[in-house]
């Protein structure tokens, strides 16, 4: 495992990411934008990714609106907008490959690309979402 991540109990938190208590993640790029994704724990719980629907680009959306579907074998999530955003992007190789976000879902396994609409607040630190990592697991 790289310098990269803070392992907790078989699941990695991303050092360079912000959190929702929704397990969704954040990371700004070079351009001002957000990558955006879900945690290694969201897709662990999901199991098998098998699809994802996303919105249009262009679309935009409120904090906490459900925005985009993620679809397994066990069960079916929605993932909620950390913040007030416009979709720049979709990760377009899911449709093909959805099971990208199993193996990878801090990289390739990505979910959007966005843009703030609004203020960014209310994420965890990577410290924060793992002490919040800890409760969910303490409750299983």
Not at 56 to 61: H, I, L, R, S
């Amino acid at each position: 495992m790289s310098d990269e991540y803070i392992e907790v109990e078989g699941y990695l938190v991303r050092k360079d990411c912000l959190y929702k208590e929704t397990h969704e993640w954040v990371r700004k790029n070079e351009d001002g934008n957000y990558i955006l994704g879900i945690s290694d724990y969201a897709v662990k719980m999901l199991k098998e990714i098998t699809y994802v629907e996303f919105p249009d680009v262009g679309e935009k959306f409120n904090a906490g609106d459900a925005f985009i579907v993620v679809e397994s074998l066990k069960a079916s999530g929605d993932v909620y907008a950390p913040f007030d955003l416009e979709i720049v992007s979709v990760n377009e190789s899911l449709e093909d490959e959805p099971e990208k976000m199993n193996q990878d879902p801090y990289g390739e396994g990505y979910l959007a690309i966005v843009k703030p609409t609004g203020a960014v607040e209310g994420l965890l630190t990577p410290e924060e979402y793992i002490e919040k990592l800890k409760e969910y697991l303490k409750e299983e």
